[in-house]
């Protein structure tokens, strides 16, 4: 597509629960992020693929949170057990050049 | 390690006026810099970079100057518009280019 596609827009979800959230970078794109945005925040750095691999997890907060990209190309973040304070916009982004980030319009996840 | 730092908001400006909004970073080696704009219901995109000292990053109308010695990368425009209104982020990219780093962004609403 024309530009970061991320999947759903919106989850509801209750506590304890299990969520994946999707995301289809731009086409081409070898580098893919996953950021999470709180409320009032800024962009919060979690995981950055390049390729199939994970180049940098050191953002993931705990080991309830794993995110693959089997294929180089779509990225799927999972969440398991979900908690309260997991409520939050989760943002993907991918690039071709160091430096430069395409974002999606995010994921806003609800944990009730 | 590696941060940025910006105004706090939200900023409310009456069009035609001046903007600007502070930003200032701690990094080691050579960051690039960025703003960032989130619109309303839009995904954060790239408005303007900077990749060394003294580089001049500018898109619509907005203007930003890495000044290495004071640390800061503030964002100005000369006559806002309505169409301004939006949240803006400063970022700073590591030497990699591959990891990336938020502030808290700043609110600006621009009223008639």
């Known amino acids: 597509g024309a530009g970061v596609s991320q999947t759903p827009s919106n989850k509801v979800t209750e506590k304890g629960k299990y969520v994946e959230l999707r995301c289809d970078p731009i086409s081409g794109h070898t580098a893919l992020y996953w950021y999470r945005q709180s409320l009032g925040q800024g962009p919060e750095f979690l995981i950055y693929f390049q390729g199939t691999g994970a180049a940098d997890d050191s953002g993931l907060p705990n080991d309830r949170f794993f995110a693959v990209r089997p294929e180089g190309s779509v990225s799927t973040l999972k969440i398991q057990r979900t908690e309260r304070g997991d409520s939050a916009v989760y943002l993907c982004a991918s690039s071709s050049t160091p430096g430069e980030l395409f974002f999606g319009e995010g994921s806003r996840l609800t944990v009730l | 390690g590696d941060s940025v730092t910006q105004m706090e908001g939200p900023v409310t400006l009456s069009e035609e006026a001046f903007l600007t909004i502070n930003c200032t970073y701690t990094?080691?080696?050579?960051?690039?810099l960025f703003w960032y704009v989130q619109y309303p219901g839009e995904g954060l995109q790239l408005l303007l970079k900077a990749t060394k000292a003294d580089d001049k990053g500018s898109n619509k109308g907005f203007e930003a100057t890495y000044r290495k010695e004071t640390t800061s990368f503030h964002l100005e425009k000369g006559s806002v518009q309505v169409s301004d209104s939006a949240v803006y982020f400063c970022a700073l990219s590591d030497n990699t280019g591959n990891q990336f780093y938020f502030g808290t962004g700043t609110s600006l609403t621009v009223i008639p």
């Open positions: 990094a080691t080696g050579y960051p690039s």
